[in-house]
T-cell receptor, first 114, second 114 residues
Framework: SQKIEQNSEALNIQEGKTATLTCNYTNYSPAYLQWYRQDPGRGPVFLLLIRENEKEKRKERLKVTFDTTLKQSLFHITASQPADSATYLCAPEGGNYNTDKLIFGTGTRLQVFP | DAGITQSPRHKVTETGTPVTLRCHQTENHRYMYWYRQDPGHGLRLIHYSYGVKDTDKGEVSDGYSVSRSKTEDFLLTLESATSSQTSVYFC?????????????FGPGTRLTVT
């Protein structure tokens, strides 16, 4: 079955640095992948979507890459700020040509220190 | 926030009692989803709906049922609550713009089964 892996350890970085989070998937090839942000006690919030034929997608300080050979997506936040501290979830589409569903990773918690 | 509300926001119930959670949306989107979120497991899909009276199972549907008699409401029922169903439950909608649309989440319901 499909498996999504994100680094369960928290990522701690200094303000102003670039944060890079990793999402690996196995046993299938999703047609697209989404990234969400979740703050404590709140629901996830959509950030970016990248399709399988796109190598890179940018939005302001955010950048996502999608390597279908490595079966990996990287999520970058440049010039990170303490307000970027949150848990970031990777969510490829459900596979088996069922784009009705997403499969969520367990998320990586990012902590940005001043 | 795509006009999504969940009720109740918090509930404590006893093992063996029935529980119904409600998700309400104000924008008439076709797709609605119920997830549960637990430490170490991330967000897992319980059931989803792609229209009035049209529903399908997710990866953790055992012990749960759903109903959608109106576009705006998606109900999740635990017929006989168990302690393993203690969790935070999130409802989400998908905006109908294509096959790869992002999801918007409600604020969540924290359910404790004692």
């Amino acid at each position: 079955s499909q498996k999504i892996e994100q680094n369960s350890e928290a990522l701690n970085i200094q303000e102003g640095k670039t944060a890079t989070l990793t999402c690996n998937y196995t046993n299938y090839s999703p047609a697209y992948l989404q990234w969400y942000r979740q703050d404590p006690g709140r629901g996830p919030v959509f950030l970016l979507l990248i399709r399988e034929n796109e190598k890179e997608k940018r939005k302001e300080r955010l950048k996502v890459t999608f390597d279908t050979t490595l079966k990996q997506s990287l999520f970058h936040i440049t010039a990170s700020q303490p307000a970027d501290s949150a848990t970031y979830l990777c969510a490829p589409e459900g596979g088996n040509y069922n784009t009705d569903k997403l499969i969520f990773g367990t998320g990586t918690r990012l902590q940005v220190f001043p | 926030d795509a006009g999504i509300t969940q009720s109740p926001r918090h509930k404590v119930t006893e093992t063996g009692t029935p529980v119904t959670l409600r998700c309400h949306q104000t924008e008439n989107h076709r797709y609605m989803y119920w997830y549960r979120q637990d430490p170490g497991h991330g967000l897992r899909l319980i059931h989803y709906s792609y229209g009035v009276k049209d529903t399908d199972k997710g990866e953790v549907s055992d012990g749960y049922s759903v109903s959608r008699s109106k576009t705006e409401d998606f109900l999740l029922t635990l017929e006989s609550a168990t302690s393993s169903q203690t969790s935070v439950y999130f409802c989400a909608i998908r905006k109908d713009r294509g096959l790869m649309d992002e999801q918007y989440f409600g604020p969540g319901t924290r359910l404790t089964v004692t």
